[in-house]
């Protein structure tokens, strides 16, 4: 999510204007506002079961809990929030990161403020949602600091009065805001604090009192490449949620406002409003600033109704998809940098992988189009699953799904001395310590998101081990969903409820066919089972699926079996390039002792359902001889290969 390189030194995206669309006068007129399909349920609602609870135990026990152990200086000293605000003074920071001396550092000041306040937001989300009684009682004294540090006028941020407000340039006011608002929001959630949400309140309107809707610049920089600034988009997050609490339309209003200023600026952003509708360019830019964006703009386009910032959506998610490789994963390594996805030759940051499944899980509750159910999957099973280390409490800050090496570069190129983010940590420091936070988050993201409802139904929209305890039409519900899913395709939903309301099950798109133990109908992508139901009654599901062969964006194929994607496995040679003073903690890389890249044959798959691998054979360009290769789920490996090139032979 950060550079330790001055980002101007990388590259520049040309600033291209297209004329206005016809008969609108402006992008950003409001015109009708749009009503969101699905509600979310609360932290509060939704418990993981099953794998999806014990991974979230294990980052727990790991570097999400620990987290304040390993880099205290960063996480714990650092009072950014309070008595370490930054002033004009102040000149360089700690802030863990290798780069170059001099000023040009102090635009990262900002940097502590994001480590600390996204992994407090996964680090809180993972204690509710287990229920961790240990863990609550010292995020309930960090929830009480913070709001301890609020100033009389509402401010809650990290400048002091001097610097607060006043920007030409890079700063971190509002992405700031936006990282620890959104933990305080869970807490608020889980808490049903009402002072915590006074505090939230008070911090935003403070915000829109010192950026005036339509008479101020909040993204104004007098220079184009401006990461903190750029991130602060992402504070729509904070405003949308507001909006759904409370109900008041000046917090969805303010997300169309900060929307047109930030497509107004001269900025080296690739979702501003001009550079969206222009055919003709692709995605250049920062990858997690991109796909964290596609959120804001969606919420601009449900804020206004306006069709020409939906055509700007659309275009988005068109381009989009030329930067998705087969896991799902949008590349961006760390710039997208205008070339399409390569299984091999690019790579992705962890927290783009959140970002991306975040951005298509609210795409799903406001549109209830199940396809954005379908990818956010593909992600967390997949990509997320991939670059999370199967055995050790670490995560690889960059990741391919053609995985050869992981030694510090791209997969064995380490002509760059400084290059470690092709590698696995429980904290990355060396390059920044955010791909670790967004490790943190992205597993209780997906549990939040896996039960939706509306005044009439509760939908199982993103499928896994899970339970869920909600009103829908007034009426205490709960469902136990029953399963282990990706790895099987079975399901059983245990439905305790005395109520007439209407159960949705999401059929993904790789069903082949689909047998369901009640009377139901199948429209718009969803299992509907609409009745009375009385006391405890079990409705088993089950998906009809077999490998199939798909083609990647350049034409190289690839395995799935259901929501999985397959890979070849790759032994590798392990090397402890670091211990921390934590026990059992470790800076890893990998080399394989073997590098052959195979090439595909048009051979069936057979599958052992029992250990869950599968055969195929594959011709190894190396011997010249086509025999069988075990194929495994991608996400259960460090070095693999996951797309062939079809084999002329």
């Known amino acids: 999510m950060k550079t330790t390189r001055v980002l101007s030194g990388l590259f520049c995206v040309i600033m291209v204007a297209c004329s206005q669309p016809e008969n609108v006068q402006s992008p950003f007129d409001k015109i009708e506002p749009l009503q969101e399909v699905y509600q979310p349920v609360t932290l509060a609602e939704v418990k993981p079961e099953g794998w999806i609870k014990k991974q979230i135990r294990e980052n727990l026990d790991g570097f999400v809990g620990r987290l304040d152990t390993l880099v205290p200086k960063l996480t714990m000293e650092d009072k950014i929030y309070g008595e370490h605000r930054l002033s004009e003074n102040m000149k360089s920071k700690d802030v863990g990161a290798l780069g170059v001396p001099g000023d040009w550092q102090i635009q990262f000041l900002w940097w502590n403020s994001e480590t600390q306040s996204n992994w407090r937001d996964g680090y809180i989300r993972s204690a509710i949602l287990l229920q961790d009684q240990e863990h609550l009682a010292k995020l309930k004294m960090y929830v009480d600091y913070i709001l301890a540090t609020q100033d009389e006028d509402g401010y809650l941020g990290i400048y002091d009065k001097d610097l607060r407000y006043k920007f030409d340039n890079e700063n971190g006011e509002l992405w700031a805001k936006a990282t620890v608002l959104r933990g305080l929001l869970a807490w608020y959630e889980y808490s049903n604090d009402q002072k915590v949400l006074t505090a939230i309140e008070r911090a935003i309107q403070n915000v829109m009192d010192n950026y005036p809707a339509g008479k101020s610049r909040p993204f104004y920089s007098k220079q184009p490449n401006v990461?903190?600034?750029?991130?602060?988009?992402?504070?729509?997050?904070?405003?949308?949620?507001?909006?759904?609490?409370?109900?008041k339309t000046a917090y969805r209003d303010y997300c169309l406002f900060l929307y047109q200023d930030f497509s107004e600026q001269e900025l080296n952003e690739s979702a501003q409003y001009k550079k969206l509708v222009n055919d003709t360019l692709l995605l250049s830019t920062h990858g997690v600033h991109v796909y964290e964006h596609l959120r804001s703009v969606t919420a601009a386009y449900y804020a206004s109704g306006n069709p020409e910032l939906k055509h700007a959506l659309d275009h988005f998610l068109e381009k989009i998809v030329l930067e998705t490789t087969a896991s799902g994963a949008g590349v961006g390594d760390e710039w997208i940098g205008g070339r399409k996805a390569d299984a091999t030759k690019r790579g992705y940051e962890y927290c783009s992988m959140h970002e991306l499944m975040h951005s298509y899980a609210e795409l799903l509750r406001k549109t209830g189009d199940h396809a954005f159910a379908d990818k956010a999957e593909k992600i967390f099973f997949n990509a997320a699953q991939g670059a999370r280390h199967p055995s050790e409490s670490c995560v690889a800050y960059l990741k391919s799904d053609n995985s050869y090496y992981m030694t510090g570069g791209l997969n064995g190129d380490n002509s760059d001395k400084n290059q470690t983010r092709y590698s696995y940590s429980p904290v990355h420091q060396e390059a920044a310590v955010c791909c670790v936070p967004m490790a943190g988050r992205i597993a209780p993201y997906y549990i939040q998101y896996m039960w939706m409802k509306n005044d009439q139904a509760l939908v199982a929209s993103l499928l896994g081990p899970s339970r869920v305890e909600t009103l829908v039409a007034g009426k205490r519900v709960i469902?136990?969903?029953?399963?282990?899913?990706?790895?099987?395709?079975?399901?059983?939903?245990?439905?305790?409820?005395?109520?007439?309301?209407?159960?949705?099950?999401?059929?993904?798109?790789?069903?082949?066919?689909?047998?369901?133990?009640?009377?139901?109908?199948?429209?718009?992508?969803?299992?509907?089972?609409?009745?009375?139901?009385?006391?405890?009654?079990?409705?088993?599901?089950?998906?009809?699926?077999?490998?199939?062969?798909?083609?990647?964006?350049?034409?190289?194929?690839?395995?799935?079996?259901?929501?999985l994607v397959l890979a070849v496995p790759i032994e590798a040679v392990e090397e402890k390039t670091k211990s921390w003073p934590v026990p059992g903690f470790y800076n890893l890389k990998y080399a394989p002792k073997k590098f052959v890249v195979y090439?595909?044959?048009?051979?069936?798959?057979?599958?052992?359902?029992?250990?869950?691998?599968?055969?195929?054979?594959?011709?190894?360009?190396?011997?010249?001889?086509?025999?069988?290769?075990?194929?495994?789920?991608?996400?259960?490996?460090?070095?693999?290969?996951?797309?062939?090139?079809?084999?002329?032979?």
């Open 227 to 247: 990461g903190g600034t750029s991130h602060g988009l992402a504070i729509t997050d904070v405003f949308e949620t507001l909006y759904r609490i409370t109900g």
């Open 599 to 649: 090439e595909y044959t048009r051979s069936p798959v057979a599958i052992d359902a029992g250990t869950l691998t599968f055969t195929t054979s594959l011709y190894n360009p190396e011997t010249k001889i086509t025999g069988p290769v075990k194929l495994v789920p991608m996400g259960q490996t460090i070095l693999r290969q996951v797309t062939f090139k079809p084999s002329g032979k």
């Open 479 to 563: 469902v136990d969903e029953q399963t282990n899913y990706p790895f099987e395709n079975t399901f059983r939903f245990v439905v305790t409820a005395d109520a007439r309301f209407t159960l949705k099950i999401r059929k993904p798109e790789w069903a082949a066919s689909v047998k369901v133990s009640a009377e139901h109908t199948v429209s718009d992508g969803f299992i509907v089972i609409d009745k009375t139901w009385t006391g405890t009654e079990t409705v088993e599901v089950s998906f009809d699926t077999k490998v199939q062969v798909r083609d990647d964006i350049n034409g190289e194929k690839y395995f799935t079996w259901g929501a």
